[in-house]
Nanobody, 120 residues
Framework: QVQLVESGGGLVQPGGSLRLSCVAS????????MGWYRQVPGKQRELVAH???????TYADSVKGRFTISRDNAKNTVDLQMNSLKPEDTAVYYC??????????????WGQGTQVTVSS
């Protein structure tokens, strides 16, 4: 069994910053790609940022220059530093991890989601 636990969401004023963290635990053999997605009611979940096991990163155009994704391979964690937040960044943010479990099955696992609200 694999669990993803997210933390760091909350309410912040426009222009402020938040840092989201996600830790993967359980029967893990190896972690591959890690990423953050977000979803607002009535819309599809969208990719925010993605990082490969080699450290290559991809960002949605709407967050480039403001958000930074990073990972700690030793701790199986992925963070999302969000700066210069805008009201349109308001969403539920989900962590996603592609991994192989202890019996080498490939799994794409999702966190429970953490609410980020940007409002004055």
């Amino acid at each position: 069994q694999v669990q993803l636990v997210e933390s760091g969401g909350g309410l912040v004023q426009p222009g402020g910053s938040l840092r989201l963290s996600c830790v993967a635990s359980g029967s893990i053999f190896r972690v591959y790609n890690m990423g953050w997605y977000r979803q607002v009611p009535g819309k599809q979940r969208e990719l925010v940022a993605h990082i490969t096991s080699a450290g290559s990163t991809t960002y949605a155009d709407s967050v480039k220059g403001r958000f930074t994704i990073s990972r700690d391979n030793a701790k199986n964690t992925v963070d999302l530093q969000m700066n210069s937040l805008k009201p349109e960044d308001t969403a539920v943010y989900y962590c996603n991890v592609d991994l192989a479990d202890s019996v080498k099955r490939l799994i794409s696992s999702w966190g429970q989601g953490t609410q980020v609200t940007v409002s004055s």
